[in-house]
């Protein structure tokens, strides 16, 4: 096996999307944060690999990639951050959170419920796409050597998980390791094409519920907004005759 | 009569089992999914609480969900209908994210748990606080504060309860602020503005706020007016919180108080940016106290009561809850160790059992542990497949042992028992330590909890000690028995305890009581013995942006992961040895992949 990551074809027909992308500074840091919170939650998740699984070495392997993957992301946030103290950006309107309450996105896959071989030919995919991309990233960044650093560390443990978890996968599942790792393509693809579709269903129905909003709504906001004049300011008593049906979710 | 009661779909879920009006377990969601805040329908914690019990969900009596989803949806579309048309792009978010599951908890929960509808019961958010703080506290006769971002409608209510002779319980809250009003959002907003994590990270503001002086309160000021009720109100310009899913300060805020802090930038104190960010955060912490502690003064007179009973996440501030003890006229000041909406699982189950199905009132005992028992032996075979050193010791030879390690300044991963509930380790699941130097707080924030440095440790001490080293008001070991409240070190200590000694001289501490947690006192007295100071620094086990851990292999990974020396579960110890590394692993490793190489790989 190659210990260089290959360059997926689709990656190199998007070479001009990848090269657009990481020619624009405020661009390049947030694709750096987010990197940075992607390798971080991959690292918790194969750090709950290691804490579930029965095989003493596979867990001993888990926590070190575990530490890899949690190491890039410091190493990612330390660079984007250092990038985005050079320089005033946009990115400054994205930091004002709110504290209301967000949901929960799609989740790839749950740690606790795959046995060893599915998550092992899972990273091996992962990995090996990741080593992939990092190599066109690396060298889509020559302008900066600092990031190209981090770049060529970041790959260097990635080639390592590639392989390991390729050869542990064999070691697990010797007879249907390969098949494993096709499977695993075929379910990556999948999720893939689910996220796409998602994507696509969440634009139309942001579409569909945009266009209720200015049509529906305008009669409705008025009355609401005529409420709220005569709304009183300050204590509102709680009368005992409020509705306290214990079944009643209103 | 067995009652379940949810916590979830915002922040922090959990779920907690009332056997006949005592709880029996409770857990939060994040420490078994692993997941920081899991707001996700806690099914693992509802699974695991039925387990712990040896029930099915047909077994149950009651479930109860700790809000009204539908009136929480209520107030989230008239907010976008007042905003319009300011709130076009938030609204199909906003409806996305409440029609997709937290609306229709009724039919989420039937169908997870298989229970009749008619068995799914629905408390007040704020209900649910009120009991969380009231029927877990060692009083009888009580007001009761309870003060939060939002639940439903209310952001802060108050009240009363008793416990009556003759077994019944009544919960009355008279009044309640409403959203957009909110002290918790008040508090929120400055967290997000000082560039840390909503809903998460307010201890930060509130530690940073001894760093500063709170030159800006009349700007805050701008933000809040007192209405002539004694009440208070927001003023609307100065946030977006209410209109949009995405901000909550507007650009009139920016103007009042300057540009935001860029969230990558560490905080130094030597820049005039870096000190008027302490400041903001010291003055909105004094316009939160002394908003409280008018409200709470108001309420001791009218009542006339001498206990307060005071959830909701703002009771997380111990800093304001001192205060309250201190100047609202109240004796005594109860916070349950989870005030915040993790706990209202426990609240709801008691406001069920007690105001609904009437029964009568039962002593809730009075600790913190109600999760998952660590066991020892899974620690011990993980750690000798790993080749660590691992020795197995009688409770006695044990506690001398880590004494003798803290004395040598080695830093221990503690792990005893069933998991704290809520989010304070308080004795079964800490990092402990030596507390009296600079070096061991820098070490602990550098190699172990990888976090910023202006944020003090809190300490532990046997609570018959605790007056010799803090000055505690009279109520204030109550306080502090759930490390809900911040005290001055005594100066003459200050120097002997500097790693728990925040800037301003205060430690947020824990007064431990021998019954609490019997073995980590008996280490506090062994400690004491060695060094002369029966006081640890004890801080929460588990790495920052990480959950505490539950398991003895998560106490284990985290062990190591970072510099704690010795980890201990039980009658299990061990020791870290410097040979176990990573590189000898991966070349180990790599003689794999070149055998498979030779048989032809990817
Ligand atoms: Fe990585
Ligand atoms: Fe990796
Ligand atoms: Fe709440």
Redesign the interface.
Known sequence: ?SPLARVAPLDRILLPVHRWVWNDFDRRVRKL?AFAEVE?DGG?DI??A???TPD?LL???Y??H??DE?HHGDLF?QR??AL??TRSTRL?TL??????????GLDDLSIQDEPDHRLLAFL?VAE?AAAGRFTIYRDLVDDDPQTRAIFEEILRDEV?HM??T???L??VMPRSYRWQ?WRARASRLWKRYLRVAAGIA?VV??AV??IM??IL??P??W???RA?RREP??????SRTRDDS????? | MKVLGISA???DSAAALLVDGVPVCAVQEERLS?HKND??FPAAAIEWCLNHAALEPADLDAVVFYE????KF?RIL?C???A??RS?RS???A???SL??KVW??GIISSHLGVP??K????QHHESHAAAAFLTAPTRRAAILTAD??GEWATL?V?HGERRRDGRTDIT??????FP?SL??LY??F???L?F???EDEYKVMGLAAYGRPTLTGQVGKLIRR???????LVPEYF??QT??????SSRFVELFG???????PIDLETADGRRFADCAASVQRVLEDTLVDIARALHQETGLSDLCFGGGVALNGVANARILAESGFERLFVPPAPGDAGCAVGAALY?DRI?LGNPDRDVPDHPFWGPEVDAKELAR?AR??DQDVIELEDAAMIERVADELAADRVIGWMDGATEFGPRALGHRSILAAPHSHEMRDRLNRDIKYREEFRPFAPVVPIEAADTYFELPPGGARLARFMSGVFPVRPEWRARLAAITHIDGSARLQALEREMAPRLHALLEAYGRRSGIPVLLNTSFNLS??PIVT?A??G??TF??CGIDVLVAGPTLVSKRATVR?RP??ED??W??G???GSG??
């Not at chain 1, 300011?233 to 709680?238: A, F, K, L, Q």
């Open positions: 096996m944060l971080s918790r750090l709950r290691a804490e579930v003493a867990r001993r392997l926590l070190e575990a530490i949690l946030r984007g951050a985005l103290r400054r930091f004002n959170g709110t504290p209301l309450p967000g949901g929960h091996h090996k390592f392989n390991y390729y050869t542990q064999a070691r790792v969440s129905g942001n519920l945009t909003y200015f709504l305008p409705f906001a009355m609401a907004r709220e300011v300050g204590w509102t008593p709680i214990p079944t009643g979710q209103y | 779909h915002y922040h692993r707001a996700a009204r989803s539908m009136l209520e008239t976008a209908l007042r319009f048309p076009w609204f199909p978010n409806m996305k994210n997709g599951e908890a009724r509808r008619d799914i019961l629905f408390t971002g939002v209510t009240g809250l008279l009044r309640e602020i409403r009003h918790g959002m929120s907003t967290t997000a503005y560039g994590a909503v809903n209405t002539p009720d004694g009440a208070f109100a977006e919180y949009t899913a995405s901000r909550s300060y540009p935001p802090r860029n969230p990558y930038d069920a609904y993980a497949e790993d942006g990480e398991r292999l998560e284990y990974s190591r992961r990573a692993l991966k490793v790599a794999w992949s055998s498979l190489a790989g990817v």
